[in-house]
């Protein structure tokens, strides 16, 4: 198996597991067992047990950001971007259900977790939006009066919230497009000036 093959295979395994178990439940030969690895594997390519959850997240945000940006790179419309964003993002989560229980359970649960992986993939993965808010009010679509940071908090729970209840499936399964565009309908319409129509 090549080194790449392994590597993968073990952050596959360990979203698994952290999902199934928890991050502080999981042991390193949870991981290895469901990698089909021998323990000592693991630990040639990572550091400990944080470091892989860590590294799930930043491969797996990271892999999410460059699909994001691709798709954003052919629109100009803060509206159209708002939506692509919300439709890639509940995509993925909702096909990878454990990434979307593992980033719900263990983003909240580990305040040494937060403090270090919100300085990272995540944080630029959020910045998407409040970058296409800005452009929305350079645009003078969106009000000036709403603070973009603010919005990517509020965007993003939304999203994150509808992955949660998809990954314990605990509500109706809504299909991503219409979640998509219930999701936009309620925050465009605080977002948009008086004189500008709903397009999402």
């Known amino acids: 198996m090549k080194t790449s ?12 597991v952290f999902a199934k178990k928890g991050f502080f439940n999981a042991r390193i030969s ?14 040639l390519y990572f550091n400990n047990k944080f470091d892989i959850l860590i590294s799930v997240f ?23 971007m708002l939506e692509i964003f919300a439709r890639k993002h509940l995509s993925v989560m909702k096909k990878n259900k454990n990434l979307a ?23 630029e ?3 998407i939006i409040s970058s296409i808010v800005i452009l929305g009010q350079e645009q003078n679509i969106y009000r000036a009066s709403v603070h973009p940071n603010l919005v990517k908090l509020a965007f993003f729970g939304a999203l994150d919230e509808i992955s949660r209840i998809w ?7 809504y299909t991503v497009e219409e979640t998509t565009q219930q999701i936009l309908e309620i925050f465009c319409c605080g977002l948009l000036l ?3 129509p709903l397009r999402c």
């Open 58 to 80: 930043e491969e797996e945000i990271g892999s999410l950001i460059e699909q994001v940006k691709k798709a954003l790179a052919v629109e100009d419309d803060p509206r159209k």
């Open 125 to 127: 993965y959020i910045n």
């Open 194 to 196: 008086p004189n500008e």
């Open 167 to 173: 990954a314990v499936g605990v509500a109706p399964e």
């Open 5 to 16: 093959n392994k590597h993968s295979k073990i952050i596959s395994a360990a979203t698994k």
């Open 101 to 123: 229980e593992v980033i719900q359970i263990e983003l909240r649960q580990s305040a040494k977790l937060i403090k270090d992986y919100r300085n990272n993939k995540f944080s």
């Open 30 to 43: 949870d991981i290895a067992k469901e990698a089909k690895v021998a323990d000592g594997t693991i630990y």
